[in-house]
């Protein structure tokens, strides 16, 4: 059980770039729930047995406040909707459980995403004489244009892009086909390092079915695109704290600005949900507001 939690904050650090803190409450409240259900003999996370009910009502005799109770229910079920859509559970106990009536902490705050300039300022960092800084090019160039998540990056197989036609097929969630255009930009630093990037990386003889590797020609890491994204937001001079998820966020976010209907933005990103997609709508909102109290003479 203790493998899991450790997956989900490696989930929540890398692809959601939520802070150290965050992380370190999660895993606390997710620890201190596990040792309740060892406690009364449940030794699986999707076992039957749990009784969600009997846990609140733990909490309640510990007399937390209602805000601290509803943000470690908040997260029990962010933490089974994770294992659920990753498959490591058949079951998820928590489905019928009545959502906390305060908002998550997790949700509170918009996401963070760039703008237009900081954007360029990111993608134009690599160096593109170097095989490695042109594969750079090509990720950074493929995750902005096609808002995917970190998991679906490192998991793209070659055979997954076809650039005569300018379309990536990406797998989801739930193993989940989507089809994203990948605009002139990407397309064509895809085919740069195709042909003059990737074939440096990967050993002679070697068949290998991901597209983005590393220098040793394996498909490159979760961890190795953080580090990247770090790196280039440094070298660019962005003083925001960003991770590759910000780049989702921005595709989004950009899309919707410039009158991109919600419903193709929905599709795109694969959320199952319209009402995940409304965030971004909620971006745009907070943003005139902020330029309307900035420039208008009574804002």
């Given at each position: 059980m203790k493998q899991q939690i450790e997956d989900f904050i490696n989930y929540l650090n890398i692809e959601r770039g939520l802070?150290?803190?965050?992380?370190?409450?999660y895993e606390s409240d997710l620890t201190q729930y596990r040792a309740f259900l060892e406690e009364n003999g449940i030794q699986a996370w999707d076992s039957t047995k749990i009784d969600m009910t009997g846990?609140?009502?733990?909490?309640?005799?510990?007399?937390?406040k209602s805000v601290s109770i509803s943000r470690k229910v908040a997260g029990i079920k962010t933490f089974y909707r994770f294992m659920e859509n990753e498959g490591l559970i058949e079951f998820n106990p928590t489905l019928y459980l009545e959502s906390p009536s305060i908002k998550s902490w997790?949700?509170?705050?918009?996401?963070?995403?760039?703008t237009a300039k900081e954007v360029e300022l990111l993608l134009n960092q690599p160096e593109v004489t170097k095989p490695t800084g042109l594969r750079d090019k090509a990720i950074l160039e493929f995750m902005y244009a096609t808002g995917s998540r970190v998991a679906e990056v490192t998991s793209l197989n070659v055979s997954q892009i076809?650039?005569?036609i300018?379309?990536?097929?990406?797998?989801?969630?739930?193993?989940?086909?989507?089809?994203?255009?990948?605009?002139?930009?990407a397309s064509n630093y895809i085919g740069e390092y195709l042909e003059k990037g990737r074939p440096y990386l990967i050993k002679s003889g070697e068949q290998v079915t991901r597209l983005f590797v590393n220098w040793r020609g394996k498909g490159i890491t979760r961890q190795a695109l953080w580090m990247m994204i770090k790196k280039?937001?440094?070298?660019?001079?962005?003083?925001k704290d960003i991770s590759p998820h910000t780049l989702r966020h921005s595709f989004a976010t950009h899309l919707l600005a410039n009158?991109?209907?919600?419903?193709?933005?929905?599709e795109m990103l694969g959320h199952a949900n319209i009402?995940?997609?409304?965030?971004?709508?909620?971006?745009?909102h907070a943003r005139l507001k902020t330029l309307h109290a900035k420039y208008h003479p009574r804002g």
């Open positions: 802070s150290l803190n965050t992380c370190l409450a846990y609140l009502n733990f909490l309640r005799h510990t007399q937390l997790a949700t509170s705050k918009l996401p963070k995403f760039l076809n650039l005569e300018g379309f990536a097929n990406i797998i989801g969630k739930g193993s989940k086909e989507r089809i994203v255009p990948l605009g002139k930009f280039y937001a440094l070298a660019g001079g962005i003083k009158d991109a209907d919600l419903r193709s933005v929905q009402t995940t997609t409304q965030i971004y709508t909620h971006i745009n």
